[in-house]
């Protein structure tokens, strides 16, 4: 029954004398392990075998043995102490009952091979200690206190096995790296993983448990079933960082679907439902949360006490209580999430929750072309504009800009979360001839398309601004000239010298029609409006340009123009049909951004296109602008 092949390395010395002779420069280093065993001892408790124990053969066996055990009923514990492979017949068959208060197998050696038992009782299912490159497949473990622990332990690859009844977890008390744990288990356990790393963790049927990690990292956690677990399905007890929790469904736990703490953790692609809480996260956490349902969920959806994280691409719906509750200076960022906006609650002031879309943008010309190398700005009411210009590729195309929608936070005490909305109100794209906008409010992930046509982009700052329009308009109508930037000014004014009785023309947006005298305008006017947007906004005047000099009629006194010209021009050469002095005696303008008056008094003073102009004149006289 026993076959055993012995290997002999005869003549060793020689061989290496030979080779140092070749290669006398190099260094060579060799481990030679002798008379390595293959043999395969067989096991069966009703006799006609080698032995009738599994203790006996393992006792029997020498590293590289198999140890084969039939099928029947084994009440032991058994100690593996040497690098051998323990087979059973049939997994169903193949039973080693187990005393408790002890391991029904103890492993305290490297390369060990267990497969195709089941394992009853115990304290522990299986216990492997300071071990390496352990692989346990196919077994049933089933009514011990502890399904199996691993302590000290690297490379372990725990695979297709059923762990049933257990009482307490999988243990994983380890400081080791790269340990592989893929298995199959059903009804009852918890997989426990305390100071390990590098495990992973694959296709487990887990009730009435889960897993539970603690001061643990770089572990992988993908395509378990975990339900009506006592606890939290997967449990991060203690800070654990680093590790993946992917394409796990999460149903029925009496606490949370998960429970995290630690930083950089990706959680992705799971089902979290019909638990006590979703996510409860905390003790600073500062994790990825990415692709998740998180539905159905008893009490609140996500839970978050201190914690950083950032939900992403996540749909979170159907909470019995709230989609997301934020305490003790929480600080959540949502992208690309759906969710109840209405179902958040803050249990303090400090805590903040960012709401953000992606945003992806098309720019084409007027006949359909795209734009490559577009510029394209961005204003929101967070500081005006994002501190970036964004370019366009080469099919007039940005992808993936992250856009905040709103800031909700507690501000007054009553628990309830205020909105201060910065999505953009507009979005400006431009090249050197053509220019277009679009005014979207992002609530949810969208496609802006811009089209750009021939236009001139003027800056404007909060507060009051003096400007002209640098462009003839085809429609005149003040609400037209100015819809690139609705809801950003509140009023628009106009000096009107030759109405000696009313020379100032309004128009308040607040006003009704009626009320406004100034409701058309046009290039030659020199304008007052005063811009309400905290970031200042970027005013897109439509048009084609100018061909050929314009005409302005001055009367004696103040007189508010534009400078309709394709160019900024010197005082002289602006002047030109102008005597400046006995004609003219006075200019000035009004720079908003340093909100002080400016004086032009030299000849190398400019006049520039898309500013207004003061301008006293001592006579009546037409002021031909050079084109």
Request: charged residues 20%; contains cysteine; negative net charge.
């Amino acid at each position: 029954m026993r076959q055993r092949l012995s290997i002999k390395i005869a003549n060793l010395s020689i061989v290496i004398l030979l080779v140092l002779a070749i290669f006398a420069a190099i260094d060579f280093h060799f481990e030679i392990v002798l008379n390595v065993s293959c043999d395969t001892i067989y096991v069966d408790d009703s006799g006609g075998a080698d032995y009738t124990s599994i203790q006996d053969g393992v006792n029997a066996a020498k590293n590289g043995d198999t140890v084969y055990v039939y099928s029947g009923n084994y009440w032991e514990n058994v100690v593996i102490k040497k690098s051998i492979n323990l087979v059973g017949q049939n997994r169903d068959t193949t039973i080693i009952y187990g005393y408790l208060l002890d391991h029904v197998i103890y492993i305290d050696a490297d390369w060990v091979n267990i497969k195709g038992l089941t394992i009853i009782e115990g304290d522990y299912g299986i216990y492997i200690y300071s071990s390496l490159n352990i692989q346990i497949t196919n077994n049933i473990i089933k009514d011990s206190c502890y399904g199996i622990h691993l302590y000290a332990s690297s490379n372990i690859d725990i695979t297709d096995n059923i762990i049933t009844g257990s009482q307490g977890p999988i243990d994983f008390d380890s400081s080791s790296w790269n340990n592989i744990i893929a298995n199959d288990l059903s009804n009852s356990g918890l997989i426990w993983l305390l100071k390990g790393s590098n495990n992973f963790f694959k296709d487990n049927i887990i009730t009435k448990g889960g897993f539970e990690l603690e001061y643990t990292s770089h572990n992988i956690i993908t395509n378990n079933k975990i339900s009506n677990g006592y606890t939290a399905g997967i449990e991060f007890c203690g800070p654990s960082n680093y590790n993946n929790v992917t394409n796990n469904e999460i149903t029925g736990c009496n606490w949370e679907g998960i429970f995290l703490a630690g930083i950089d953790n990706i959680i992705e692609g799971n089902i979290i439902s019909n638990n006590e809480y979703g996510i409860w996260a905390l003790h600073l956490s500062q994790n990825k949360i990415i692709n998740n349902r998180i539905e159905n969920n008893r009490k609140d959806g996500v839970l978050s006490t201190k914690s950083r994280d950032i939900y992403t691409n996540c749909s979170i719906s159907n909470s019995n209580w709230e989609d997301f509750h934020l305490e003790d200076g929480s600080y959540i960022k949502t992208i690309n999430t759906i969710f109840n906006k209405t179902r958040t609650k803050f249990k303090d002031s400090a805590s903040k929750l960012i709401v953000q879309w992606y945003l992806h943008l098309n720019i084409v010309d007027y006949l359909g072309n795209p734009v490559s190398y577009a510029q394209v700005k961005i204003e929101d009411n967070l500081n005006g504009s994002y501190d970036q210009t964004f370019i366009t590729d080469s099919n007039g195309q940005i992808r993936w800009l992250t856009i905040t929608e709103y800031i909700e936070q507690d501000t007054d005490g009553n628990n309830i979360g205020e909105k201060t909305y910065h999505t953009p109100h507009k979005i400006v794209a431009w090249n050197d001839t053509l220019v277009g906008y679009a005014q979207p409010f992002i609530d949810e992930s969208k496609t802006i398309d811009i089209v750009l046509h021939k236009g001139t982009l003027l800056d404007l700052e909060t507060s009051w601004n003096l400007i002209s329009l640098p462009r003839p308009q085809s429609d005149p109508n003040l609400k037209t000239v100015f819809q690139s930037i609705e809801n950003q000014y509140d009023a628009v004014q106009w000096y009107n010298i030759t109405d000696t009785n009313d020379p100032w023309k309004h128009h308040h947006i607040s006003k009704p029609s009626y009320l406004n005298d100034l409701n058309d305008i046009n290039h030659t006017m020199g304008l007052w409006v005063h811009v309400t947007d905290p970031g200042g906004t970027t005013l897109v005047v439509m048009g084609d340009e100018l061909t050929s000099n314009q005409d302005i009629s001055l009367y004696p006194g103040w007189n508010l123009v534009g400078f309709p010209s394709k160019t900024n021009k010197t005082r002289v050469v602006a002047l030109d049909t102008l005597n400046f002095g006995s004609d003219v005696d006075a200019i000035w303008t009004y720079n908003a951004s340093t909100q002080k008056w400016v004086k032009l008094d030299e000849a190398t003073d400019y006049f520039e296109i898309g500013k207004g102009y003061w301008i006293h004149s001592r006579v009546t006289k037409v002021w031909n602008i050079p084109l």
